[in-house]
């Protein structure tokens, strides 16, 4: 089971949104992921070492399926 691909549940570890739930919505190298977190919902670059990795895995193109996980309102993602 690969750990880092997109869609994969992770929680940020260190940064702003530390302790946050993160959706993997894109793999950028083998050190660098695109994320979406609860508190900034706009995609941004994040490290996979601050990342710990869950085994929840969804569809990080349904905007319901991102809302329910991060806890917040579908109209709120971009």
């Not at 691909?5 to 083998?30: L, M, N, P, S, W």
């Not at 050190?31 to 994040?46: A, D, G, H, I, Q």
């Not at 990342?51 to 309102?73: G, M, P």
Request: hydrophobic share 35%; charged share 40%.
């Amino acid at each position: 089971m690969p750990l880092i691909e997109t869609g994969r549940v992770c929680i940020k570890r260190f940064g702003r949104d530390a302790g946050d739930k993160a959706v993997v919505t894109k793999v950028v190298d083998a050190n660098f992921v695109n994320v979406v977190t609860s508190r900034r919902p706009k995609e941004r670059k994040c490290n996979v070492k601050h990342l710990e990795f869950l085994s929840e895995k969804i569809d990080e193109k349904s905007k319901d399926q991102l809302a329910k996980v991060l806890e917040i309102e579908a109209t709120k993602l971009k």
